[in-house]
């Protein structure tokens, strides 16, 4: 069974650290671009930071950029987001995300893991 599960969420307050894990089951992430993905209440998903599948490039939203850090760990099938300096903006459910073209074309979400930056 394929399977993406998250985990590393909570409550945190404004200025500290989280570090999301996301684990794949059933299916090996090496051949996959894996992504990071975020939805506040009342808004729409956004990408939040991106890895290759060989981990030579990394993307981030401008919110992000200089704050979070995507890596990945082929071999405990794992991605991960530091994710450092967090604000109140930073609030949402955060999802993983395992995508490839070649050599077929597969797509696979995790259920979520809610972060909330609060004081």
């Known amino acids: 069974q394929v399977q993406l599960m998250e985990s590393g969420g909570g409550l945190v307050q404004p200025g500290g650290s989280l570090r999301l894990s996301c684990l794949a089951s059933?299916?090996?992430?090496?051949?996959?671009?894996m992504s990071w993905y975020r939805q506040a209440p009342g808004k729409e998903r956004e990408l939040v930071a991106r890895?290759?599948?060989?981990?030579?490039?990394?993307n981030y939203a401008d919110s992000v950029k200089g704050r979070f850090t995507i890596s990945r760990d082929n071999a405990k099938n794992t991605v991960y987001l530091q994710m450092n300096s967090l604000n109140v903006e930073d609030t949402a459910v955060y999802y993983c995300?395992?995508?490839?073209?070649?050599?077929?074309?597969?797509?696979?979400w995790g259920q979520g893991t809610q972060v909330t930056v609060s004081s």
């Open positions: 890895i290759t599948s060989g981990s030579s490039t990394t």
């Open positions: 059933g299916f090996t992430i090496t051949t996959y671009r």
């Open positions: 995300n395992a995508d490839r073209l070649f050599p077929s074309k597969s797509s696979y």
